[in-house]
T-cell receptor, first 118, second 110 residues
Framework: GAVVSQHPSRVICKSGTSVKIECRSLDFQATTMFWYRQFPKQSLMLMATSNEGSKATYEQGVEKDKFLINHASLTLSTLTVTSAHPEDSSFYIC??????????????FGNGTRLTVT | QKEVEQNSGPLSVPEGAIASLNCTYSDRGSQSFFWYRQYSGKSPELIMFIYSNGDKEDGRFTAQLNKASQYVSLLIRDSQPSDSATYLCAVNFYGNQFYFGTGTSLTVIP
């Protein structure tokens, strides 16, 4: 149980275009979704936290107009990287928690999306 | 961002030895603590979690938590080459804020 599907796994786009990454909870209702970014040989950096039906809460230094997060349903959250630039190339990972998760429960991770901006 | 620090490594141990990984965190409001293993290009995999002071054992892995010292560690006994990976400490602040440490790269030498 607690499967999170992330799509696409890899995407290459040209500078200036927008890319959408989807994160779906397949067998549970994801009340909270977390989006992380990971640069090579660095740890996961929390970008934003979103609760279903609410606006995402962005971490300091993350541009909310550039990284659009939508969590319109209990099974789907999307991250759109707008006007992507080469410095946005990174590994993006979503994770989720459900209604039945307690504060001690671990995160359920998607498989990540490798974004390359040329 | 909340502060979660790990000894950066890289850490190398011979096969069969004990690997010790350490993590400190900045906020006393932290509620639960997780150890993840991450292979290159993959998402983190949960190893174990702990939220009470003391030790928690799961097979070859033992997590140790000391909230007074704001310190959590992971011991890997009988290390195997397949344990070679980056180990991430994650801290859950106030119930719904997860932050990760910088990660420690572990290499187990056959």
């Amino acid at each position: 149980g607690a499967v999170v599907s992330q799509h696409p796994s890899r995407v290459i786009c040209k500078s200036g275009t927008s890319v959408k990454i989807e994160c779906r909870s397949l067998d549970f209702q994801a009340t909270t979704m977390f989006w992380y970014r990971q640069f090579p040989k660095q740890s996961l950096m929390l970008m934003a936290t979103s609760n279903e039906g609410s606006k995402a809460t962005y971490e300091q230094g993350v541009e909310k107009d550039k990284f659009l997060i939508n969590h319109a349903s209990l099974t789907l959250s999307t991250l759109t990287v707008t006007s992507a630039h080469p410095e946005d190339s990174s590994f993006y990972i979503c994770s989720a928690r459900g209604r039945r998760d307690s504060y001690n429960s671990p995160l359920h991770f998607g498989n990540g999306t490798r974004l390359t901006v040329t | 961002q909340k502060e979660v620090e790990q000894n950066s490594g890289p850490l190398s141990v011979p096969e069969g030895a004990i690997a010790s990984l350490n993590c400190t965190y900045s906020d006393r409001g932290s509620q639960s603590f997780f150890w993840y293993r991450q292979y290159s290009g993959k998402s983190p995999e949960l190893i174990m979690f702990i939220y009470s002071n003391g030790d928690k054992e799961d097979g070859r892995f033992t997590a140790q938590l000391n909230k007074a010292s704001q310190y959590v560690s992971l011991l890997i006994r009988d290390s195997q080459p397949s344990d070679s990976a980056t180990y991430l400490c994650a801290v859950n602040f106030y119930g719904n804020q997860f932050y990760f440490g910088t990660g420690t790269s572990l290499t187990v030498i056959p």
